[in-house]
């Protein structure tokens, strides 16, 4: 059984900075697509991330430039760096294996 259990969320000013980590059980992080996702209030759930087993990455345009996914696959653990966070990104972040597996979710509150 596969288990995705996200860690790092909190609350941090305007232009602050978080690191979401992404923790897996089960034998498929080292041949999965990962990815971050995000749901703010009344929205929905969103891509922000993803970074393939070969290390390609794509991002939302809203975080180009400020938010860095990376991958431990000796650590089964996936990464998702934030910094110059606005109150726009305030929402639960989710992690993802291959856009079928999902962990319970993480919220980060950015206060102007």
């Known amino acids: 059984q596969v288990q995705l259990v996200e860690s790092g969320g909190g609350l941090v000013q305007a232009g602050g900075s978080l690191r979401l980590s992404c923790a897996t059980s089960?034998?498929?992080?080292?041949?999965?697509?990962m990815g971050w996702f995000r749901q703010g209030p009344g929205n929905q759930r969103e891509l922000v991330a993803r970074?393939?087993?070969?290390?390609?990455?794509n991002y939302a345009d809203s975080v180009k430039g400020r938010f860095t996914i990376s991958r431990d696959n000796a650590k089964n653990t996936v990464y998702l760096q934030m910094n110059s966070l606005k109150p726009e990104d305030t929402a639960v972040y989710y992690c993802?294996?291959?856009?079928?597996?999902w962990g319970q979710g993480t919220q980060v509150t950015v206060s102007s």
């Open positions: 089960g034998s498929i992080f080292s041949s999965s697509t």
């Open positions: 993802n294996a291959d856009y079928a597996h």
């Open positions: 970074i393939t087993t070969r290390g390609t990455t």
